[in-house]
């Protein structure tokens, strides 16, 4: 009785807001689930590697819930991590994965958290992050693979919940978005080996199945990690062309002129 209260307290506060606060809030939701925890737990296990190999002064994490923090252990110092919407009591600045209110080619390293998946525009959110990250600086982009059993099933759920509400964007568009933003790609993993299962009991065994699935660096996992890299525009060094001196035609040297006149005695 009371678990169902509580279902029906969620669903009245959820009615009104308005669609971008509504998927924020079912995203941070469904990550606080069995399932959603047992996701990012695995996601975290993946990326950890990666971010302890890269360093700077500033990182960014966008996603649709501030919450779960993917940068908490990278070395990076100055983490930033913007809330989607206004909620009380949080200290997060607010600010839309489509207009970041940062500069360009000032930051250092950009993790995308599904924000790509669950993006009204995703092409948006790739430029703007393309846009801060500095010439040099890396990005990582977590997205769901729509060539696995996640995208098998999100063929037979409801839309509107999550994760099934996601675009489920391929890797190979991706990798085409971010051959055009001059990001070069320096690897491609994959993860999410278990089932996109419910039940606390069989998800205990999600960390086997995601060992197992890096071991065999099977293509058909729930997720993929992209690491890319924004290239340096080179710097083409602009030689001068210096034009020699020609003397005048109407003016002999002093001596050619001596030379003409011993010959005309």
């Known amino acids: 009785m009371n678990l169902l209260s509580k279902h029906e307290t969620r669903r009245r506060l959820l009615r009104g807001m308005a669609d971008a606060d509504l998927l924020a809030s079912q995203v941070a939701y469904w990550f606080r689930t069995a399932q959603g925890e047992a996701v990012l737990n695995a996601e975290k296990e993946a990326v950890q590697p990666m971010l302890e190999k890269l360093f700077g002064y500033h990182i960014l994490q966008l996603g649709f819930s501030e919450e779960h923090s993917l940068v908490g252990q990278s070395p ?32 250092d390293v950009v993790v995308i958290h599904h924000a790509l998946d669950f993006a009204t525009n995703s092409h948006r959110v790739l430029r703007e992050a393309t ?15 729509p060539y696995s059993f996640w995208g ?21 568009r991706v990798t085409d978005w971010l051959k055009l933003l001059d990001l070069h790609i320096d690897s491609v993993l994959y993860g999410l080996h278990f089932m996109p299962l419910k039940m606390s009991r069989l998800l205990r065994h999600a960390t086997k199945l995601e060992k197992f699935g890096s071991n065999i660096r099977s293509p058909f996992g729930g997720a993929y990690y992209i ?4 290239q340096v525009a080179p710097l083409t060094p602009i030689v001068p062309r210096w ?11 002093a001596t050619e002129n001596v030379r003409a006149k011993i010959k005309l005695h």
């Not at 990250?133 to 982009?141: D, Q, S, V, W």
């Not at 999100?154 to 999550?162: A, D, Q, S």
């Not at 099934?164 to 391929?170: A, E, K, V």
Request: aromatic share 10%; charged share 25%; net charge positive.
């Open 152 to 172: 098998f099933w999100k063929i037979f759920k409801r839309k509107k919940n999550i994760p099934w509400r996601g675009r489920f964007i391929s890797k190979g």
């Open 243 to 253: 034009r020699p001196l020609r003397p005048r035609s109407s003016v002999m040297p």
């Open 227 to 230: 690491h890319c890299i924004k």
């Open 76 to 107: 990076v110092g100055h983490k930033i991590v913007f809330s989607p919407n206004y909620r009380q009591g949080s200290s997060r600045p607010v600010a839309s994965n489509e207009e970041l209110p940062l500069g360009t080619d000032s930051v």
């Open 131 to 145: 846009r801060v990250l500095r010439p040099g600086g890396h990005m990582i982009i977590i997205g769901f693979n």
